[in-house]
């Protein structure tokens, strides 16, 4: 409660002399917390609260700055103060993509995952080296360790002997491999229904702070192959294909063949999938957030269904298979 009256009171003392009444919006997997201001004539703001021994600021106002010169829907930054942790934000409304796709209309999807590639296009074409940092080598590999650590020990309580422990390294490298040789862009990192706001222009985009510069199809794994709402394949396909489309006349680096760009699409998507196990297994038993414990089967399908393909994952499949005491299934390979 102090830590909120000083919140309060900073407001107070950027809007002074107008009254507003302040309530709870949302909260997120960090420390941040956020703020609804509302005045009495129907204007309302979004106050970040971001305690400063546990959230740098920084990067939200530099990456909302990359973004918003992009040309893209993000919040706008009105005052700041460092010091305290305080943001005082333009408001993007409280309908998350997952509110108003839970309802299942397919022309309501189709429009807003429209928005949301125009978007991502946007980002991706005002990419500059040297703005973000690198989503390099020991990045990568220190997501996917969340899995071993958070996933397999500390959830399913098992722990992988010396023969596993080579085989999953081994298997990190080849996915590592495969991400470092993609094309580079402004890479938002959860870019997905839960992030994703209805709102004018669509989509209002949030908690970009952890952005980097990195592999091209990231970001489309995260809308996609999403955690929190699952599509069927075709249906996807479709929206991938189209983003492809408009992201070679565009100009961006995606490979000239289909292929050979879903291939790099599904082994990014293994990267991410074993780094969100690990961090919904470290939300649950760190965190005590087991609300995450209902989305692992979903990542955990998408992850398996992608090992099934290509016979260079074959190895984390068995592995897979072994961990969760199942037979593996046949199925398609590339």
Not at 124 to 150: C, G, I, K, V
Not at 162 to 184: D, H, M, P, S, Y
């Amino acid at each position: 409660m102090q830590r909120q009256k000083q919140l309060a009171d900073w407001l107070k003392g950027q809007l002074p002399d107008t009254p507003f009444e302040l309530a709870p919006a949302s909260a997120d997997a960090s420390f941040r917390r956020y703020f609804r201001a509302a005045f009495p004539d129907g204007r309302t703001f979004i106050v970040m609260d971001a305690p400063p021994q546990h959230e740098n600021c920084r990067p939200f106002l530099h990456i909302a700055k990359l973004f918003e010169d992009a040309g893209t829907h993000v919040p706008h930054v009105y005052a700041q103060d460092l010091e305290q942790g305080f943001l005082l934000l333009s408001d993007l409304g409280n309908t998350t993509y997952l509110q108003a796709l839970n309802g299942g209309n397919a022309s309501v999807a189709r429009g807003l995952y429209e928005s949301a590639t125009d978007a991502l296009i946007k980002i991706q074409l005002a990419s500059r080296e040297n703005e973000l940092p690198l989503y390099d080598e020991a990045l990568l590999l220190r997501e996917m360790s969340l899995f071993p650590e958070w996933y397999i020990t500390k959830h399913l309580q098992t722990t992988l002997d010396e023969k596993q422990g080579v085989t999953l390294g081994a298997i990190f490298q080849r996915i590592i491999k495969n991400n470092l040789a993609q094309l580079r862009v402004y890479v938002h990192r959860d870019y997905h229904s839960r992030n994703l706001m209805v709102a004018n222009p669509n989509p209002g985009i949030l908690d970009f702070q952890d952005a980097v510069y990195g592999p091209v199809t990231y970001d489309l794994v995260s809308l996609f192959k999403d955690a929190y709402i699952h599509w069927e394949e075709g249906q996807t396909m479709d929206w991938l294909i189209r983003y492809w489309e408009k992201a070679r006349k565009a100009g961006l680096p995606v490979h000239e063949d289909f292929g050979e760009f879903y291939r790099d699409y599904e082994w990014m998507g293994v990267q991410r999938h074993l780094k969100v196990l690990g961090i919904f297994a470290r939300l649950y038993h760190r965190d005590g957030k087991e609300g995450y414990l209902k989305d692992m089967p979903l990542v955990m399908q998408y992850l398996r269904r992608a090992c099934e393909r290509y016979v260079d994952l074959k190895p984390l499949l068995s592995l897979l298979d072994t961990l969760e005491q199942r037979k593996s299934q046949a199925g398609y390979t590339f």
